[in-house]
């Protein structure tokens, strides 16, 4: 396999070595081909790439749980490995020395972005469908403005104004359609949790953007995630200490190196990529694809129940998360 990569890199560079002659007569059109994509495309197709990761992630989660872990149990594994695979890409970059006042910015987004947030996600997953926690996360635009609004002082004209209001509406119906209000119902308490870990999202992404700007990506993900360790360890040790892989099957292995390789790690340099060529709000649209991969899943499965009070809470949350999309130049940024 390394042979291959270092044979396709030579023939990127005009380099042709001996005894390859088939092989490079079979990959250099396809090499051909990728090379004179435009770089608007490429960024499209890493864009949907992302999607379908996280569209798959939300059933590849929801199968560790709780049959082979806990949720506390997958988000210290998930965090803690992804800090080790920031902290090792990061060894290979110029090293970057982070301001004292911007680490302590950086601690709080990341008890958002990782403590609050993973923990509620993988909590309320573990009780709900994939498919309601893909849709409610489609409001999380509609909660960044919110909370852009009262940390940074995001203006609000009438149409987020009519975006934050169809989207929380839809959020509370896809909560609700259930019609029991209380916390015995796995699927109210999942589904709340969900709304719970979009809002603590959102409040990691505009504490985060600042720093975003000023420090190299790499730098600043290997200390939010190694802010998670340092917070969520102390919080569920108890939990933590009892993991046991003894049970773990090939599938699972396979489902737990998905979620913290490809999600956690191999989504986010994707996403990086196609920011350089495509715009934030351009990219903010592939969210929408999620709940559908999502659903497409759960129909191949067979597990699709989808109601019509359910399907008018989507298109509730979807109209609302693309009216506080649009010209949103100021959170886009300062």
Known sequence: MLTKVAILQDNLYGKKPAGTTIFNSVSKPSLIFVAEMPDKFKAHIALLCVSIIFGANYWIAKSLMPGYLKPEQLVFIRITGAFLLFYVISLFLPSEKVERKDLVRIFVAGLFGTTINQFLFFKGLNLTTPV?????????????????????????????????????????????????????????TGNLFALLNSMGYAVYLVLI?????????????????????????????????????????????????????????????????????????????????????????????????????????????????YLVSQNNEPLRQK
């Open 132 to 188: 309601d926690v893909s849709i409610i996360h489609v409001s999380n635009p509609v909660f960044t403005l919110v909370f852009a609004m009262v940390l940074i002082g995001e203006k609000l004209n009438p149409m987020k104004a009519v975006g934050i209001f169809l989207g929380a509406t839809g959020a509370v119906i896809l909560i609700l359609y259930r019609g029991r209000i209380s916390l015995d119902s796995d699927t109210f």
């Open 209 to 321: 953007k600042p720093v975003m700007k000023k420090y190299k990506p790499v730098t600043v993900m290997k200390w939010v995630f190694l802010t998670g360790i340092i917070t969520f360890t102390p919080l569920f040790f108890h939990r933590i200490t009892t993991v046991t892989f003894s049970g773990f099957t090939p599938s699972a292995w396979v489902s737990l190196i998905y979620v913290i390789v490809a999600t956690t790690f191999l989504g986010y340099l994707l996403m990086i990529f196609a920011l350089k060529y495509v715009n934030a709000s351009t990219a903010s649209y592939y969210v929408y694809l999620q709940p559908v991969v999502a659903a497409i899943i759960a129909l191949w499965l067979g597990l699709n129940s989808f109601s019509w009070l359910k399907a008018l809470a989507t298109v509730l949350i979807f109209t609302g998360a």
